[in-house]
């Protein structure tokens, strides 16, 4: 069975700090995808990123960054320089065989200005 | 963005009446999900459908019926509601996997369910 865990239940920063939400997945299987989603206070979900479990090299996007080590398991967001805009609600999720969706409780994050 | 349209965006009803709720996509795409999101749970699978008649259990499915007669339409159905159904349930639609990777959820905008 696959799972993911987001141990941080909240965080909060302040403005221009950086900040690294945390995700551990579980799964048997050596094809396998992981994304972030994005829910801001309006509520619709967004899309962020997809990997897949072939290509471990991190990836930047403007302030955001992720770091997918397989060898813990994790697959970690990044955000550079806060802002005030980026609250929301972040789910990690995890499919496999691009079915199967599991999602992670989710990491409220407060970005205080 | 996808084109996912969920209704209705906000339904309170009393405990023991049924309720329905539509997600209709312009996509034409196979899969098609309903999730539910709760505090300290994320969102939580309830039925999934890989094509016309065809669906399967998620991981919360109890107290829930789909059913799905044409592409673009997925009905999640709450034979007779009860309070712990109280949540916010979203649609997703995605593509099938293929050889050259997996495909990204699509979520609608989201259904407020409130059981009295």
């Known amino acids: 069975a696959q799972k993911v865990t987001q141990a941080q239940t909240e965080i909060s920063v302040v403005e221009k700090e950086d900040v690294t939400l945390d995700c551990v997945y579980e799964?048997?299987?050596?094809?396998?995808?992981l994304f972030w989603y994005k829910q801001p206070p309006s509520g619709e979900l967004v899309f962020l990123i997809r990997?897949?479990?072939?290509?471990?090299q991190n990836e930047i996007s403007g302030r955001y960054s992720w770091n997918f080590q397989k060898s813990t398991s994790s697959f970690n967001f990044t955000i550079t320089a806060s802002q005030v805009v980026d609250s929301a609600v972040y789910f990690c999720?995890?499919?496999?065989?691009?079915?199967?969706?599991?999602f992670g409780p989710g990491t409220r994050l407060s970005v205080l200005p | 963005d996808a084109g996912i349209t969920q209704s209705p965006r906000h339904k309170v009803t009393e405990t023991g009446t049924p309720v329905t709720l539509r997600c209709h996509q312009t996509?034409?795409?196979?899969?098609m999900y309903w999730y539910r999101q709760d505090p300290g749970h994320g969102l939580r699978l309830i039925h999934y459908?890989?094509?016309?008649?065809?669906?399967d259990k998620g991981e919360v499915s109890d107290g829930y019926s789909v059913s799905r007669s044409k592409t673009e339409d997925f009905l999640l159905t709450l034979e007779s509601a009860t309070s712990s159904q109280t949540s916010v349930y979203f649609c997703?639609?995605?593509?099938?996997?293929?050889?050259?990777?997996?495909?990204?959820?699509?979520f609608g905008s989201g259904t407020q369910l409130s059981v009295l």
């Open positions: 997703a639609i995605s593509e099938p996997y293929t050889t050259t990777g997996g495909e990204k959820l699509f």
């Open positions: 799964t048997r299987d050596t094809t396998y995808y």
């Open positions: 990997r897949n479990s072939f290509d471990e």
């Open positions: 999720a995890l499919s496999v065989y691009g079915q199967n969706f599991v």
């Open positions: 996509e034409n795409h196979r899969y």
């Open positions: 459908s890989y094509g016309v008649k065809d669906t």
